[in-house]
């Protein structure tokens, strides 16, 4: 029988930081978060990032987050949820501002073990972890994993449907309820990516040879496109997942 993968956090082993970053994941390679401020949540927050690794340093799975001075009101969650989430941060840390709440950016799992209910269990230990620091809640501009099927559905619309045992459709939302994440509101500009039609055409493949809204593989919507100012924008919206601690 196979052993359960053990937690660290990042402070805990910073030989594990390689395995974090360079950790297969199923993000699209337009997704491209701000490398500065992820490289300064790493050092500053070293202890809120965790990983699920297998013999003497294999990852399997990984949380990446960062603290937040919140308070608890539903409303003031962003509604530019993730790229806000990293501001938050940096400004809650350099004000010295008491945190009550985790944001987890990333909750991934390799990809060849999805089946494994790795993602419940890294869940599961991320909440350990933020019972033992202290902190109140955790909160999550939840990706759903299979709304990229359906680019042009609202979110909101999308995040609202259910099974017919009350679960969410959503397999990634799905776990969270089961864990006991209350759904609480959709972020409608979680996350912005811009880029010339160039730099386009390299992240997806695509000729991106016409103005007007495009679908791209893994994104939850349209990329809207402009040719005669050669640029394309996606807007992400995630949805914003509360676990009480």
């Known amino acids: 029988m196979s052993r359960a993968p053990r937690t660290a956090s990042l402070a805990e082993r910073p030989d594990l930081e390689e395995g974090l970053l360079t950790m297969e994941s199923s993000w699209p390679a337009y997704i491209r978060p701000d490398p ?12 809120h990032q965790l990983a699920l690794y297998e013999g003497e340093s294999t990852v399997v799975a990984r949380a990446a987050t960062v603290p937040l ?7 003031s969650l962003p509604d530019t949820g993730w790229d806000e989430a990293l501001r938050q941060c940096l400004a809650d840390t350099y004000g010295e501002r008491k945190f009550t709440a ?7 799992v390799v990809p060849g073990r999805r089946g494994e209910d790795l993602s419940a269990r890294t869940l599961a230990a991320l909440a350990d972890h933020a019972r033992r620091a202290g902190l109140a ?5 939840v990706r759903p994993s299979l709304k990229h099927t359906e680019p042009h559905v609202p979110m909101a619309e999308y995040a609202a449907r259910t099974r017919p045992d009350g679960l969410p459709h959503d397999p990634w939302l799905r776990v969270h309820v ?7 509101k959709v972020c409608p500009v979680s996350m912005t990516v811009s880029g010339s039609l160039a730099q386009w055409r390299a992240w997806t493949g695509l000729p991106f040879d016409t103005s007007g809204p495009v679908e791209v593989p893994g994104a939850l919507a349209p990329v809207a496109v402009d040719i005669d ?6 807007v992400e919206p995630n949805v914003w997942v509360r676990h009480r601690l």
Request: glycine letters at 12%; charged letters at 20%.
């Open 102 to 108: 985790l944001c987890a950016l990333e909750i991934a």
């Open 69 to 75: 001075a919140w308070d608890g009101d539903p409303g």
């Open 229 to 234: 100012r050669d640029h394309a924008v996606y």
């Open 36 to 47: 500065v401020l992820v490289h300064w949540a790493f050092e500053r927050h070293a202890g």
């Open 178 to 184: 089961r864990a006991g994440g209350q759904v609480l």
């Open 137 to 141: 809640d955790i909160v999550v501009p």
